[in-house]
């Protein structure tokens, strides 16, 4: 016979769900998203400026603590 007991429930996991938003930001398509909870970084695609990386994709920042702190200081619409 075995040890094990089946019917231990079993260790929950929970899921930080993160938020993401699309936009614009000087007439170039912009995405905002929650990398952690409380930690917001903005990337515009533009693919002809140097900064790019080999998607198309520059960083504007990272690391403000909501939405609306990373559209003020980004111009994300």
């Known amino acids: 016979m075995s040890a094990h007991d089946d019917s231990a429930p ?3 996991t929970s899921i930080a769900v993160l ?3 699309y936009g614009t ?3 170039h398509s912009a995405f905002a998203r929650e990398t952690s909870p409380g930690s917001w970084q903005v990337k515009v695609h533009h693919p002809s400026n140097p900064a790019a990386g080999h998607d198309g994709w520059v ?3 990272s690391g403000w603590p909501t939405l609306a702190a990373a559209t003020a200081a980004t ?3």
């Open 10 to 12: 079993a260790p929950s």
């Open 19 to 21: 938020g993401s938003q």
């Open 25 to 27: 930001c000087d007439g």
């Open 59 to 61: 960083l504007l920042g």
């Open 75 to 77: 111009g994300l619409i």
